[in-house]
């Protein structure tokens, strides 16, 4: 590789940091001008293929992002001149519309200087829209807020790069068809639409915890930019507990990451891990978003905070043991009764069952467990029968325990999880089915 081309390289690496750090705040920004966020994107994607026709002779700029911004203002000033369907469509401020235009490069240029909080919590609420499919929101907040590229998107899911891609396109074309204002919902609505919000967020920090399916235990990159999103939105909305209760159950799970799995890849539970390899700067963040989601409670807390503030006081409980066997198993179960309430689910029910088992033995747990075998919901549910499998070791009763973790290895798709699976059948005795 010639000098040149090694400086082209190194140009276009710096170009690829910059825009994944701005590209957020330029959508944005202009999505407030344009009142579309399909729009703004294309005009943000146009100022980037600028910065890589120019910059490679010019040099980047001393302030990228800016140029990035300004270059993306033209190009809206242009979009607003010459968008006949504006002046159609809202034939009401028609006689305003050049007035508009001549005030728009004023308001552009104010765009990233002011509001620029406000204009990437409009980008959030408007990605996460219910109007969209929860795989839709999940593809479009990585694509405008994350800054990934199609192609990381299908891969970071196990999906085709054509099949993110006419999903991203789907779900722009419905927030203009369903004219989805570019605002902040207030009162009941923000409530709920936040709910969508976080869920997204949690959606994306779970597939790369333990991915769905592949040959990958976990996908880490999934998980870091989750918890860029919600830092974000934390900052974004100081007040809201459950923002805050979501960032320190993330800022706790993902300081086992570099524990959960061994040399080879391969799959090591809560109960086996090197408690020594646990991120102990991101449990200290956890704990500090724990007490911020405690302080902006509007009761006691933990008697009216919502699901993910409780998870993460469950989470809490892990980090606070210097081992497993040092757990507060008895707070857990109480924190899972509390969730219970809260946010009933035959999965929140299947994790206070694996509680009360520590807490007090398996026969007690396996009585929940089997409840839950009669749930239509749980029958695909691989963890359920995992968990059962688990429960039958501790009771001595293997060869039961072996057909629970062979059909637990045959529910998942994900091929790590079952490797772990078929092996703990194999380790019951017998031949564990391939």
Same mark, same amino acid.
């Given at each position: 590789?010639?000098?040149? =081309?090694?400086?082209?390289? =190194?140009?276009?690496?710096?170009?690829d940091a910059v825009w994944r750090i701005e590209s957020a705040r330029i959508i944005a920004g202009l999505a407030r001008i344009v009142r579309d966020v399909g729009i703004a994107e294309e005009l943000a994607q146009d100022s980037l293929v600028a910065a890589l026709q120019q910059w490679p002779e010019s040099g980047i700029p001393n302030n990228p992002g800016a140029w990035l911004m300004a270059t993306g203002k033209h190009r809206a000033i242009d979009y607003l001149r010459r968008n006949k369907r504006l002046e159609q469509k809202h034939e009401i401020i028609g006689r305003e519309l050049e007035e508009r235009q001549d005030a728009a490069a004023e308001e552009i240029e104010n765009a990233m200087d002011d509001d620029v909080g406000d204009d990437l919590l409009r980008?959030? $609420?408007?990605a996460c829209h219910p109007v969209l499919s929860a795989e839709a929101r999940a593809a479009l907040t990585l694509r405008l807020l994350g800054g990934l590229t199609t192609d990381e998107i299908a891969r970071a899911f196990l999906t085709r790069e054509a099949t993110i891609a006419q999903r991203i396109v789907r779900a722009k074309r419905t927030l203009a068809e369903? @004219?989805?204002? $570019? @605002?902040v919902p207030r009162g009941a609505e923000f409530t709920a639409r936040l709910s969508s919000v976080l869920g997204v967020i949690y959606l994306i920090f779970n597939e790369g915890y333990t991915a769905t399916a592949g040959d990958d235990w976990m996908r880490p990159e999934l998980c870091h930019d989750a918890l860029r999103l919600g830092r974000i939105l934390a900052e974004l909305t100081p007040n809201e507990s459950e923002v805050h209760g979501l960032v320190a159950l993330m800022e706790i799970q993902a300081s086992r990451l570099g524990a959960r799995a061994g040399a080879s890849g391969e799959p090591i539970l809560l109960f086996d891990q090197?408690?020594?390899l646990w991120d102990h700067l991101l449990i200290h963040r956890g704990f500090t978003a724990l007490a911020r989601a405690q302080r902006t409670a509007e009761s006691p807390f933990l008697q009216s905070v919502g699901p993910y503030a409780l998870q993460a006081a469950i989470a809490a409980c892990h980090a606070r043991a210097h081992t497993a066997a040092e757990t507060d198993w008895a707070r857990i179960v109480e924190l899972y009764g509390m969730l219970a309430e809260v946010a009933p689910s035959p999965i929140v029910e299947l994790n206070r069952a694996v509680a009360v088992g520590m807490a007090s033995g398996p026969q007690a747990a396996l009585e929940i467990v089997d409840e839950l075998r009669e749930e239509p919901a749980m029958q695909n549910y691989h963890l359920l029968w995992s968990v059962r499998g688990d429960l039958l070791v501790k009771l001595g009763r293997n060869e039961e325990a072996r057909g629970e973790f062979e059909r637990a290895g045959s529910l998942t798709e994900n091929a790590r999880e079952r490797e772990l699976m078929l092996a703990r059948a194999y380790n019951c005795g017998g031949d564990a089915n391939d």
């Open positions: 590789m010639t000098a040149t =081309d090694t400086h082209q390289t =190194d140009i276009h690496k710096s170009i980008l959030i $609420f408007t369903a @004219e989805v204002p $570019f @605002e090197n408690r020594a």
